[in-house]
């Protein structure tokens, strides 16, 4: 990777953006590669990075229908943890955690981790029951987690209303103080220009518009860019996986819909840790330019647009205000929608298909991002042995066939 001197930074500091220089080639398509991973975002450059570095298959190529990154993983209001229930999710998720420590040397591009702590709200007892729970079994799995009670979260986090008297107060919370936040759009660039240095083909405005099988194995797929041969195609696509599985007559257990955030004018710092309401669909952090970045649930309706319901917005805001007066005088700047796809049990699909050569990597509904690396890395065992990382074997779709289900709608972000 280029290393820049301070003379030459200063320069750059001076010059317009035209006369910096690229992070990663754009290449023109090869035939034929050995793998092709169709969705330039966090988890398929991560995917193909990790094959690179970790397998030392370079003869991939990453095709993206618009900009590296500029799906969900540009959308997203990237917290990160690995408090889920199940010891299959929290294992995965752990190891996705452990990636994001050493993640800025391993890239050498800072990606700003930092575990400035996930508190989770409890706002009734059956909360507090299912914190426990969670907690308890996080622990057991040698995740950090502690249980606080309202003195304790008022204490994290001063600005929040202690009062018990209001719609939905705060009993207490579960606090990972491992968690945090990661700038969103240096992961993928980060991820970007490593798959690069290896080699790999970064191609920017290109969309497969068909996957291409022979004799139930894979050859390659069409493109805007015309057909490109592979011996593997990899979709990471997101909120447009049933999109693609439609392309060979599959169907994904996966409903797309919209998610939407938002985020206020910059503000001197208030809060310095993440907070999350499963109960009000609401949650805040914020980043460090001082936008107080708010989140919400999703829109009860399945959808492609990338906009959400006003709605929901208005009726996230209210959960804010109510939890943070203070913030009620706040103005917001502007709000955006991804496409997130959700399966059956809120958890993701990091599988092979019935078809030879074809395998997904989707369903990571509203909490993928904090997976990108964790993903990234048991994907890329996938894809060059044919056969599931240990980590990733339990989010096969076969457990849609044997009913071993991972029921993490509890430990999610945000209801959906
Ligand atoms: P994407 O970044 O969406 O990448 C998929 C790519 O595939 C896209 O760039 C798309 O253009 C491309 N593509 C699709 N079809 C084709 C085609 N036919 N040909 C070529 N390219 C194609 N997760 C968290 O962990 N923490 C959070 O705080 C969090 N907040 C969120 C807030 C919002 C508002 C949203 C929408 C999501 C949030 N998530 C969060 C979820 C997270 O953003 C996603 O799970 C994650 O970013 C998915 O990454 P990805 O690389 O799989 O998808
Ligand atoms: O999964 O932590 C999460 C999350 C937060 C906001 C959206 N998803």
Known sequence: MKKYSGFSLFKHSLSHHENWQAAWRSPQPKKQYDVIIVGGGGHGLATAYYLAKVHGITNVAVLEKGYLGGGNTARNTTIVR?????????????????????????????????????????????????????????????IDGVVLNTAEVKEIVPVINDSQDIRYPVLGASWQATGGVARHDAVAWGFARGADSFGVDLIQQCEVTDIVTEEGAIVGVQTTQGFIGANKVA?????????????????LPIESRPLQALVSEPVKPIIDTVVMSNAVHAYVSQSDKG???????????????????????????????????????????????????????????????????????????????????GSGHVFAHTLAHDEAHPLAAPFSLDRFNTGHLIDEHGAAGVAH
């Open 82 to 142: 690995s408090n889920y229930l199940w010891d299959e999710a929290s294992k995965l998720y752990d190891h996705s955690l452990d990636l994001w420590k050493d993640l800025s040397q391993d890239l050498n591009y800072n990606v700003m981790f930092s575990q400035r702590g996930v508190l989770n709200l409890g706002h009734n007892l059956q909360d507090m029951r299912d914190i426990e729970r969670r907690v308890n079994a996080n622990r057991l799995n040698g």
């Open 291 to 373: 936008d107080l970045v708010i989140g919400a649930g999703t829109d009860s309706y399945n959808g492609y647009g990338q906009r959400g319901s006003f709605h929901v917005v208005e009726h996230t805001l209210s959960a804010i205000c109510e939890l943070f007066p203070m913030f009620s005088r706040v103005r917001m700047n502007r709000a955006w929608g991804g496409v997130v796809d959700t399966c059956p049990d809120a958890c993701p699909i990091v599988s092979k298909t019935s078809i030879k050569g074809l395998y997904f990597n989707c369903g990571w509904g509203t909490g993928g991002f904090k997976a990108t690396p």
């Open 235 to 251: 979709c990471v696509t997101a909120g447009n996986s049933g999109v693609m599985a439609a392309m060979v007559g599959l169907r």
